[in-house]
């Protein structure tokens, strides 16, 4: 019985690859490819004008028209930041299990642009928000109901932001044929226009908008964002007729839990000396994912697709046991999942250097010379962070174009250096970013104390240091991100199944999200801790009367120690589709066909 069960098997897996061979009435996808491309990059530029517009100086929003204390509207911005990253986990879940990428990003988009024109609300009516306390010494706290509103502007964003981060990337991804000579070249300058518009608009808002913001009107420079995301949500149904939509394929959640139910329940069974031969390896028809080769790494859920007498097979050669045999295939799919925890975790400590440069640099900025040349016009606090972007839109022609064909010629690698050696090379950057952040900051601080050139309103002496003395750090912090961000994206694009990757688009925002979480916490320890310490509070509303470059010499060691965890897990990580750790598979060998809806 067992033998003929063994040929049942074989044969119904046979009858499937046939009928995967002839089968010829799988929808065409005509994809539009650089005919899309506007309506996506489009899309993409006005909601980054928009979103960035509205959360790159809500900082100080916060504390100048909301009357929050620095510590208070810290905490609140990380907790924001921190939450609006982590339901893309949630945006992404429900984007590849039921709605697929053109629903969810419709959806979002207008819950973006309502978050927005609410926002805009509670500057431009009085009775939204407190009565202004620039030159009093009490200020009134906001009521109840005015924070209500306010936090319903903030939910609205992130509800849009879940949807949105994790989708527009693979959905501008998806509208190109991978299969194709074009449509690969189309991808690589999809993906180059996706960076290049998604730095202007942060520089046009950290610059433009934040003006705006600061010094003509908190309700107009609301209102500017606000008008930007509903051209993003206009640009974005123009192109309804002609984008390709891909059919969502099932929770890759559920598939992850029913491979690791099946292991376990055969945990006491033998893994065969040649698994790849004889599991269980049905692969459906029309599947969207790359076949992947086996690995021996979490070699317990191989387990999952031993088949036994208890087991049972469809006619088409699936299994109609899915939770106590899953097919080698899916299990594979399931490591790769898992091979990428440990990198993911790495980048959340490395993202602490970011967070710092977006918040604390920007008080700093607040207590330092920001007159340019002898014009009397102050740079916004919030401007500075354009920096940051500067140097990541010029290093990276510069690193394509120059570095790159140099490091291919003596590597050999497409890429000229893998994707895991860039991200520690931006880690080593973030580390050295923290020291001179250090250094920096104990030179304003001596400066604003001996030959101070003004008050900050509720905070204290204005230090005689340029504000341009913060470009080195966010030069730096800049680079750092051209390396170990965008390698990041391009990470959990490639190392995770196609049918999930708006899944692996998220783990970068959650990643952040984690970060903004722990740094947060961070902020919120030392400041307490350090206030009843010999030396003082860290991190008082008055930064003269601090160590804050204390706090960036700690957080500069914690990047080291991360440096040196990043190593160990990388010299483990195998690249998808490779056998060992240190070659990788480029995304011309990783064809597929897509479901439409």
């Not at 504390?63 to 939450?83: C, E, P, R, W």
């Not at 400066?447 to 504000?467: F, K, N, Q, T």
């Not at 961000?485 to 391009?490: C, S």
Request: with cysteine; hydrophobic share 45%; proline share 4%.
């Amino acid at each position: 019985m067992e033998g003929e069960k063994e040929f049942h098997i074989t044969t119904s897996m046979e009858k499937n690859n046939n009928e995967k061979a002839v089968t010829k009435d799988e929808p065409e996808v005509k994809h539009m490819g650089i005919k899309a491309m506007p309506f996506v990059i489009g899309n993409e530029t006005f909601e980054k004008l928009g979103t960035t517009g509205t959360s790159s100086n809500l900082l100080v929003y916060l504390t100048t028209v909301f009357n929050m204390k620095s510590i208070t509207a810290t905490t609140l911005v990380n907790v924001f930041n921190g939450t609006t990253n982590f339901a893309t986990l949630l945006g992404a879940f429900l984007c590849d299990t039921y709605f697929g990428r053109y629903k969810t990003l419709g959806f979002a988009s207008i819950a973006s642009f309502l978050g927005m024109l609410v926002l805009t609300l509670t500057a431009a009516v009085s009775k939204l928000h407190p009565p202004s306390c620039e030159h009093n010494a009490s200020c009134t706290d906001a009521t109840p109901w005015q924070l209500a509103f306010l936090f319903s502007g903030l939910g609205l964003l992130v509800v849009g932001a879940g949807g949105i981060r994790p989708c527009n990337l693979a959905f501008g991804a998806d509208q190109f044929n991978p299969n194709t000579e074009s449509g690969k070249r189309g991808l690589d300058s999809f993906f180059n226009w996706y960076y290049f518009t998604f730095t202007f608009a942060m520089m046009v808002s950290l610059t433009i908008i934040v003006y705006v913001q600061s010094n003509v009107s908190w309700a107009w420079g609301l209102a500017i964002p606000a008008f930007m995301m509903l051209l993003s949500c206009v640009l974005f149904f123009m192109g309804s007729r002609i984008y390709v939509k891909v059919k969502p394929e099932g929770s890759a959640l559920t598939s992850a839990v029913r491979v690791t139910v099946a292991a376990l329940k055969k945990r006491r069974l033998q893994i065969p000396e040649q698994p790849w031969v004889s599991l269980f390896n049905y692969v459906p028809s029309g599947s969207i994912n790359s076949k992947i080769s086996h690995t021996d790494q979490f070699r317990i859920l191989d387990k999952a697709a031993i088949i036994t007498n208890e087991d049972k097979i469809n006619l088409d050669g699936s299994t109609a046991t899915p939770w106590k045999l899953c097919s080698l295939q899916e299990v594979e799919q399931v490591k790769c999942l898992f091979r990428v925890v440990p990198i993911w975790i790495s980048t959340i400590i490395y993202n602490v250097a970011m967070v710092q440069q977006q918040t604390y640099t920007v008080f700093q900025a607040l207590q330092s010379d920001r007159r340019l040349g002898n014009t009397g016009f102050k740079i916004p606090a919030a401007s500075y962070i354009v920096f940051n972007m500067l140097a990541l839109t010029i290093w990276i022609p510069i690193y394509d174009r120059l570095i790159v064909p140099a490091l291919r010629r003596m590597t050999g690698k497409e890429g000229g250096i893998t994707i895991l050696q860039k991200m520690g090379f931006g880690m080593v950057l973030a580390i050295i970013t923290m020291l001179v952040s250090a250094v920096v900051e104990e030179k304003r601080r001596s400066l604003a104390l001996s030959h101070p050139i003004g008050i900050e309103d509720r905070r204290g002496a204005i230090s005689s240091m340029s504000g341009f003395w913060f470009i080195p750090q966010l030069g730096l912090i800049g680079l750092s991100e051209a390396f170990t961000v965008i390698a990041q994206v391009e990470f959990y694009y490639k190392q995770v199944p196609e049918n999930i990757r708006s899944i692996g688009g998220s783990f970068f925002f959650v990643g952040v999200a984690m970060s903004n979480y722990f740094s947060s916490g961070l902020v919120t320890i030392v400041h307490h801790t350090s206030k009843g310490s010999s030396m003082g509070d860290w991190l008082p509303e008055d930064l003269n009367k601090g160590k804050l470059d204390y706090f960036y010499y700690m957080v500069a060691a914690l990047e080291l120690l991360n440096f040196g965890y990043f190593i160990v897990v990388s010299r483990w990580f195998k690249y998808k589709g490779s056998d060992d750790s240190a070659s990788e598979v480029g995304m011309e060998n990783m064809q597929s066909q897509k479901h439409l809806v």
